[in-house]
């Protein structure tokens, strides 16, 4: 199984910083990563995939890098709507696999 | 527009076997390269992939539950059945279906609300 490992695991930050949140992967996967926001109660919502493409309706505050092992979600300028659990997800084999999550909480 | 709902029992007890319903609309599970997927999350936990049938009814398991799961598909009512043996309290979880894109690299573009599934005697 390949293993996504998120760093860091929480993060205190405020509305207007810049936040970047690192994925890795335990072997490379191309550019087969994508990123989801999950807020308490509801279901996750994809950010980003195929490492630096942006979903449909997503802000542009959110970006995405990198490829083969190591990966980054940026979020140029906080939102208070951004206060969230961030998810990175391999697609490259079965199983699919998580990262741990990254919780971004309100300093 | 995509939509995925989960609906099946909140309680089982103990060794019992669940049963998920993921009914969806807005595609097609016999359009080429499509695929639904089951991901769990426990309470304060993170998201665990548990399986996915794609549209030729090619199905792939998670290897640390795959004897336990099993996944069918009904496309002519647009569902998709997830059934799950001997049930214990370390299951307790909120199940959710998705939609995997046909498109490479795949993702899961579209999330059901999700069902907590409490397993408890």
């Known amino acids: 199984d390949i293993q996504m490992t998120q760093s860091p695991s929480s993060l205190s930050t405020s509305v207007g910083d810049r936040v970047t949140i690192t994925c890795r992967a335990s072997?490379?996967?191309?550019?087969?990563l994508n990123w989801y926001q999950q807020k308490v109660g509801k279901a996750p919502k994809l950010l980003i995939y195929?490492?630096?493409s942006l979903q449909s309706g997503v802000p542009s505050r959110f970006s995405g890098s990198g490829s083969g092992t190591d990966f980054t979600l940026t979020i140029s300028s906080l939102q208070p709507e951004d206060f969230a659990t961030y998810y990175c997800?391999?697609?490259?084999?079965?199983?699919?696999?998580f990262g741990q999550g990254t919780k971004l909480e309100i300093k | 527009q995509i939509t995925l709902k989960e609906s099946g029992p909140t309680l089982v007890k103990p060794t019992q076997t669940l049963t998920l319903t993921c009914t969806f609309s807005?595609?097609?599970?016999?359009?080429?390269?499509?695929?639904v997927g089951w991901i769990r999350q426990p309470p304060g936990k993170a998201l665990e992939w548990l399986t996915l049938?794609?549209?030729?009814?090619?199905?792939r398991y998670n290897p640390s539950l795959k004897s336990r799961l099993t996944i069918t598909k009904d496309t002519s009512k647009n569902q998709v059945v997830l059934t799950m043996t001997n049930m214990d309290p370390v299951d307790t979880a909120t199940y959710f279906c998705?939609?995997?894109?046909?498109?490479?690299?795949?993702?899961?573009?579209?999330w059901g609300q999700g069902t907590l599934v409490t397993v408890s005697s």
């Open positions: 998705a939609h995997e894109t046909a498109q490479v690299p795949r993702h899961f573009d579209f």
């Open positions: 807005g595609f097609s599970l016999s359009t080429n390269g499509v695929g």
């Open positions: 049938i794609y549209w030729n009814d090619d199905k």
């Open positions: 072997q490379s996967i191309s550019s087969y």
């Open positions: 195929a490492a630096s």
């Open positions: 997800q391999q697609s490259y084999s079965i199983p699919r696999t």
